[in-house]
Antibody
Framework: EVQLVESGGGLIQPGGSLRLSCAAS????????VIWARQAPGKGLEWVSV???????YYADSVKGRFIISRDNSKNILYLEINSLRAEDTAVYYC????????????WGQGTLVTVSS | EIVLTQSPGTLSLSPGERATLSCRAR???????LAWYQQKPGQAPRLLIY???SRATGIPDRFSGSGSGTDFTLTISRLEPEDFAVYYC???????????FGQGTKLEIK
């Protein structure tokens, strides 16, 4: 059974850093493409970053230079390092698995909440 | 950058009625790169349709997707009480790789 479980969210001050984790089971992260997406309170979904099976990474303009996506193949875990946090980064952060050959995502984690506030 | 515009913003219907949700892209989208999701309060998005027309595993056949180019549609043939939620379309654009969500359509009980 495919599962994605995010962790690492919390309350962080502006300018701070945090590392989110997404533990995957039922599939191999390094053989798929996986994204991070986020949803600010009461708002819609926003794509944040993607890492492909070959290791290529891409970012939304809103987070480029501040966020870093990575993975640990031995642990089958995806990470999102978020730096220079701003109030507008407050959101639930989701990881999701991409469908091979398509541009959609079939499995999503339950999300982890990041709150940026002093 | 491809922008997806969903309409209407809110759709008020009764159980048993037919729902038609629209998603319009500013540039042409490949059929394999258009997906639809359902999201209920406090829950993660749930994939309904991928590749414009393919239903995800376990999705009832009252949900169907159609469209091409810049205009795509999600149709729910006969609304069930559990279908009232927010629906998002999403696309993939290759140059550079990026993923875009529409702003969502809230389907509410009339």
């Amino acid at each position: 059974e495919v599962q994605l479980v995010e962790s690492g969210g919390g309350l962080i001050q502006p300018g701070g850093s945090l590392r989110l984790s997404c533990a995957a089971s039922g599939f191999i992260v390094s053989s798929n493409y996986v994204i991070w997406a986020r949803q600010a309170p009461g708002k819609g979904l926003e794509w944040v970053s993607v890492i492909y099976g070959g290791g290529s990474t891409y970012y939304a303009d809103s987070v480029k230079g501040r966020f870093i996506i990575s993975r640990d193949n031995s642990k089958n875990i995806l990470y999102l390092e978020i730096n220079s946090l701003r109030a507008e980064d407050t959101a639930v952060y989701y990881c999701a698995r991409g469908i091979s050959g398509y541009g959609g995502f079939d499995y999503w984690g339950q999300g982890t909440l990041v709150t940026v506030s002093s | 950058e491809i922008v997806l515009t969903q309409s209407p913003g809110t759709l008020s219907l009764s159980p048993g009625e037919r729902a038609t949700l629209s998603c319009r892209a500013r540039q042409s989208v490949s059929k394999q790169d258009l997906a639809w999701y359902q999201q209920k309060p406090g829950q993660a998005p749930r994939l309904l349709i991928y590749g414009t027309t393919s239903r995800a595993t376990g999705i009832p056949d009252r949900f169907s997707g159609s469209g091409s180019g810049t205009d795509f549609t999600l149709t729910i043939s006969r609304l069930e009480p559990e279908d009232f939620a927010v629906y998002y379309c999403q696309q993939y654009g290759p140059s550079p790789p990026m993923y875009t969500f529409g702003q969502g359509t809230k389907l509410e009980i009339k």
